[in-house]
């Protein structure tokens, strides 16, 4: 027998091509939702590298103000099944970020 025997030749494992789309889609829609809230909060007045969701959170407790305090409650409640979200988007969006490099 051949090397190049088919029957020798081992199969590649079948890979579930639905499993790939899924994680591709889930990609996609978290992808479109982070560039609205980049969008949303240009719009409401942040900077365009944060979301808005870390924008509420610095501004509830690095300001202390009961307005952006009440906007984080609301969204983490929106986001119930990511506890502290606004907290946890804040400091992902500080390790993002580097600091900006002076020429001297």
């Known amino acids: 027998m051949s ?3 088919s029957r020798q030749i081992e199969k590649e494992p079948k890979v579930n091509n639905n499993l790939k789309e ?15 809230s980049h969008i949303l909060n240009t719009v ?19 300001l202390d103000n009961d307005h952006w305090k009440f906007v984080e409650k609301c969204i983490d409640t929106l986001f ?18 580097t600091p900006v490099k002076v020429k001297s």
Do not use: V, W
């Open 3 to 5: 090397p190049y025997d």
């Open 22 to 36: 899924t994680n591709k889609m889930k990609a996609y829609l978290i992808n479109n939702i982070a560039i609205l």
């Open 44 to 62: 409401t007045g942040g900077s365009r590298f944060y979301t808005f969701s870390a924008r509420t959170h610095y501004c509830a407790h690095h």
């Open 80 to 97: 119930f099944l990511q506890k502290n979200h606004c907290r946890k988007e804040y400091y992902n969006e500080l390790r993002k970020r």
